[in-house]
């Protein structure tokens, strides 16, 4: 059941995402091509500064999520309720909370930015701020269909709305190129996309509506506040390595720095939501695998999950490492370009996230906010003094290599070792022997097809780079399945593939 659930949501999810991606990047071309390059640094800056306010959340909603794995997985609609409507009441005030401190912060906007006259810049920074709050009234609900393993359906809303707004964007700057109708469109999108999704799942589980709600276990209310002071360390910890990355380069740098950044960001965080889609579709089934299977299914079944991930950074990651300047060339332009060592830095970050992903879905799956609540806190300590020192003295590669070393010191070792001292039973220096093993094979593939590319292809057209595309696909996976084809996490995808999809290969 898990399987074929995960199967429907990752299907789902893998076509909407294919075709919102390609929206996404037709809207920031036609942007580029429409409206000065500020307003690109703007926009990368807003949404930093709002992801910052968005710690208000305090990881109440991710406390409640895990709290609702078990009362589906034993069809407990009296808990289910009660959970819902304490997760009503607590995004309702994070929403309130954050509008009001969002409005605190108008008067110091020019603080954050350095050498920037772009007009109305307050009144655009209100209407992120909104689009950032109203989400909280109504998405609440939109957590209950993913903790029950139905993200297909969230899936197909969410992005029917971006869908939606990458065509409205694109059409109103062709027509009439306003920043002011560009966001516009982004808030009311946003709030329509969020009461569809409400009330579908006020459809799926009619029950919702029901007024006779029993009180929360105390039990449950103890773990999702312990769960939620853990998580406040954590939210701390995520702010500060995704969301001041602009705005440190906003303050020292200029806010056209912002912009170019922003463009290769969003490639990466592209490659990444594509991950996060997929592990959204498999994340409920993990916690029910967390909760009803042996310590030996669940270490064989995050093994598994470890290699995908591995395999798909080892593709992208050699992609990136091949393409990324051509595709930004052909994308935007040669203006819009840094130079090899940035991008560089950038996969090399990008590897060490997207390599953390098997490990914080298990982790998350079991519960295990509180055990390296201190983590965060190192981690936010070690970013921000590393990224301002070395963007002061190096520019935008220090923002990047700030990101890096804390995670280096921090996320790269605490987190396996307390998922596998705490949850699954696997020895740390074995995850670490497979680790280097995947890490090596993305270094020499990457070396190997980029050196390739450049001997086959001197000029950069969209005909070479669909051809380097297939170079890397081809190099990727074929060295892959040679190095380990043996591998039980092979055999078992080979099965999977096999008896579930009809597919049949190597």
């Given amino acids: 059941m898990r399987i074929k659930q995960a199967g429907k949501n990752i299907k789902y999810s893998t076509i909407t995402y294919l075709l919102k991606l390609a929206l996404q990047f037709a809207v920031r071309l036609v942007f580029v091509r429409s409206l000065p390059l500020e307003y690109l640094g703007i926009n990368g800056l807003f949404t930093n500064l709002l992801a910052m306010l968005s710690l208000a ?29 304490l997760f009503k009441k607590a995004y309702t005030c994070i929403g309130i909370l954050i509008i009001g401190a969002g409005l605190c912060v108008v008067p110091w906007l020019d ?26 009234f109504y998405s609440y609900k939109r957590n209950l269909l993913i903790a029950d393993q139905k993200q297909y359906i969230n899936s197909i809303y969410q992005s ?72 406040i360390a954590h939210k701390i910890g995520g702010m500060a390595v995704f969301s001041t990355a602009n705005l440190i380069l906003a303050k020292f740098v200029g806010v056209a720095a912002v912009g170019l950044y922003s463009n290769y960001y969003l490639v990466i965080s592209a490659a990444n939501s594509f991950a996060g889609q997929f592990f959204s579709s498999i994340t409920a089934g993990i916690g029910n695998l967390i909760a009803l299977e042996s310590n030996k299914k669940k270490a064989e079944i ?24 051509p595709l930004v060339e052909l994308w935007l332009g040669k203006q819009f370009l840094f130079d090899d060592a940035i991008v560089t830095c950038l996969i090399i970050n990008f590897y060490l996230m997207y390599m953390r992903m098997a490990v914080n879905a298990f ?14 806190l190192a981690e936010t300590v070690i970013n921000l003094a590393a990224s301002v020192y070395l963007t002061i003295h190096y520019g935008v590669i220090g923002v990047i290599w700030g990101g890096i070393i804390s995670t280096l010191l921090t996320c790269f070792w605490v987190e396996p070792y307390v998922l596998f001292r705490n ?59 040679l190095v380990f084809r043996k591998r039980e996490e092979m055999v078992y995808l080979r099965n999977i593939a096999r008896d579930k999809f009809g597919m049949k290969f190597f």
């Avoid at 930015?113 to 989400?135: E, R």
């Avoid at 982790?363 to 965060?376: C, E, F, I, T, V």
Wanted: glycine share 4%.
């Fill in 57 to 85: 959340e305090l990881g109440v909603g991710t406390a409640i999520v895990y709290s609702l794995y078990k009362p589906l997985a034993d069809k407990d609609t009296e808990t289910i309720k009660a959970l819902m409507r």
């Fill in 111 to 136: 603080w954050f930015i350095k050498g920037s006259a772009v007009a109305d810049i307050h009144w655009f920074y209100i209407i992120f701020l909104l689009n950032t709050s109203v989400s909280y």
């Fill in 160 to 231: 029917a709305g971006q869908i939606s707004l990458a065509v409205l964007q694109i059409i109103s700057l062709l027509i009439y190129p306003s920043y002011w109708l560009y966001i516009i469109l982004m808030l009311l999108v946003t709030v329509s996309e969020n009461y569809a999704v409400a009330k579908k799942a006020d459809r799926v589980y009619p029950y919702l509506q029901e007024k006779n709600v029993q009180s929360l276990d105390r039990e449950i209310k103890n773990t999702i506040v312990r769960n939620t002071k853990a998580m």
């Fill in 302 to 325: 995050f093994k598994v999950t470890e290699f995908m991930v591995a395999w798909q950074a080892t593709i992208v990651g050699c992609g990136f490492f091949t393409l990324f300047n």
């Fill in 363 to 376: 982790k998350d799956a079991s519960g295990l906010y509180w055990n390296d609540r201190y983590k965060p």
């Fill in 423 to 481: 949850s699954i039973k696997i020895k740390l220096k074995d995850y670490f022997k497979d680790y280097f093993k995947y890490a090596a094979v993305t270094l020499l593939t990457s070396v190997v097809s980029k050196w390739l590319y450049t001997k086959l292809f001197t000029e950069v057209t969209i005909i070479n780079f669909v051809l380097g595309v297939v170079l890397c696909l081809v190099v990727t996976n074929a060295v892959w399945v």
